[in-house]
T-cell receptor
Framework: DAGVTQSPTHLIKTRGQQVTLRCSPKSGHDTVSWYQQALGQGPQFIFQ???????QRGNFPDRFSGHQFPNYSSELNVNALLLGDSALYLC??????????????FGSGTQLSVL | RKEVEQDPGPFNVPEGATVAFNCTYSNSASQSFFWYRQDCRKEPKLLMSVYSSGNEDGRFTAQLNRASQYISLLIRDSKLSDSATYLCVVMGAGNNNDMRFGAGTRLTVKP
């Protein structure tokens, strides 16, 4: 049973470009949350998807958008990349309605570098 | 003010030492509290949940003070393998998994 998988593991882009990151949740999970972790900082909540809709959003600009597919996998899109978007992007999956943290699983992340 | 604030660290301690990390949170409606461990360039992994009555897991003890909106983690008899960044995490109420992380405290245990 695969856990949360993210792709790619590493990515290098230049300013102004667009990027798409992908996440497949753990089997049986239907909710995907995305986090941005800058170097030396804790993960910051970007948004959460459930039933193919954005349910909650953190303090991130509209350049950050997402999508969830019928198979529960998700994409994170970032437009007009800035140098400050360089970070580790983490995906976490869970089963909706489950509030115990033991049921939240993280992927190993995508390291995005913007040059 | 940040939603979750932690000791800035870093903490450099010898093996066998006892070390304590502190964390405060701003949202009094927060319902669930956790400590996560994150190794360099890896994903965060749950270390332990934090309950109002306090809880212990081997060498690790977590405490919660809701009135002061304060969380702590105590590590006794530090091991080299405890070297990592420790993240304080606060979660809201309701059916969501929106977790708010502190910036983390880096711990290095030396021989």
């Amino acid at each position: 049973d695969a856990g949360v998988t993210q792709s790619p593991t590493h990515l290098i882009k230049t300013r102004g470009q667009q990027v798409t990151l992908r996440c497949s949740p753990k089997s049986g999970h239907d909710t995907v949350s995305w986090y941005q972790q800058a170097l030396g900082q804790g993960p910051q909540f970007i948004f959460q998807y459930y039933e193919e809709e954005e349910r909650q959003r953190g303090n991130f600009p509209d350049r950050f958008s997402g999508h969830q597919f019928p198979n529960y996998s998700s994409e994170l899109n970032v437009n007009a990349l800035l140098l400050g978007d360089s970070a580790l992007y983490l995906c976490a999956s869970s089963a909706f309605g489950v509030t115990t943290n033991e049921k939240l699983f993280f992927g190993s992340g995508t390291q995005l570098s913007v040059l | 003010r940040k939603e979750v604030e932690q000791d800035p660290g870093p903490f450099n301690v010898p093996e066998g030492a006892t070390v304590a990390f502190n964390c405060t949170y701003s949202n009094s409606a927060s319902q669930s509290f956790f400590w996560y461990r994150q190794d360099c360039r890896k994903e965060p992994k749950l270390l332990m949940s934090v309950y109002s009555s306090g809880n212990e897991d081997g060498r690790f003890t977590a405490q919660l003070n809701r009135a002061s909106q304060y969380i702590s983690l105590l590590i006794r008899d530090s091991k080299l393998s405890d070297s990592a960044t420790y993240l304080c995490v606060v979660m809201g109420a309701g059916n969501n998994n929106d977790m708010r992380f502190g910036a983390g405290t880096r711990l290095t245990v030396k021989p």
